[in-house]
Structure formats: C-alpha cells, structure tokens
C-alpha cells in the first residue's frame, strides 16, 4: 500500500507562489513516475505535472507550462510542485499521484492518490 499526503496549499493573490509536497510512503518511491493533477469544482480532473522516475523527464500541462515546476528528491520520498504568476483560474484541489510505470504516461496509469490540498488564488 501506497501513502501520499499533500500539503502546502493555501490562500494566494493573483500573481503570487505556492510549493506544494507529497510526501509518500510504502514502496520504493524513486523507481515510480508522479504527478500532480488538479480538480475544480464542476471540473473534470486534468494533469498538472508528471516527473519520471529519476527527476530528468518533467511533464506538464498546457495551461501551467512555463509557470509551474515539478520536481523530486527520491532520498526524501517526496515530489514538489512550485508554482509561480498564479492565476484565479488556478484555483483547484491538488492532487499527487504515483504511478505504477517509470515514466509519466497518462492519468490512468497512476494507481495510488492523495487526499489533496486546496490551493484558492484571489483575484
């Protein structure tokens, strides 16, 4: 069994920086991909960011390239996402998710879910 707690959300303004954490727990965390995916109400869930198994290959989402940044520190079993120039748009709860590949592929290879953490940015 696969433990992934988020934290890091919170309140923002528009134009403002957030790092969210996943911290994970219960398999090898550096041999498996992650990702972050984002859900708003009346929304359907969309991917953030995906990072393969080693940090080399980030991922990203098309409304998020350029101002988010994924990353991993496999001795501390834990993935990040700093975003940056947040928008109200973003406003969403946070997921992290581990995959059952090595690399990122899509959202239905991810096997195992946070509770989340909401992230609301103010206009």
């Known amino acids: 069994q696969v433990q992934l707690v988020e934290s890091g959300g919170g309140l923002v303004q528009a134009g403002g920086s957030l790092r969210l954490s996943c911290a994970a727990s219960?398999?090898?965390?550096?041999?498996?991909?992650m990702g972050w995916f984002r859900q708003a109400p009346g929304k359907e869930r969309e991917l953030v960011a995906g990072?393969?198994?080693?940090?080399?290959?980030?991922h990203y989402g098309a409304s998020v390239k350029g101002r988010f940044t994924i990353s991993r520190d496999n001795a501390r079993n834990t993935v990040y996402l700093q975003m940056n120039s947040l928008k109200p748009e973003d406003t969403a709860v946070y997921y992290c998710?581990?995959?059952?590949?090595?690399?990122?592929?899509?959202?239905?290879?991810?096997?195992?879910w946070g509770k989340g953490t909401l992230v609301t940015v103010s206009s």
């Open positions: 998710a581990a995959s059952t590949l090595t690399y990122y592929s899509t959202q239905r290879d991810m096997a195992y």
């Open positions: 219960g398999r090898t965390f550096g041999a498996y991909a």
């Open positions: 990072i393969n198994w080693s940090g080399s290959l980030p």
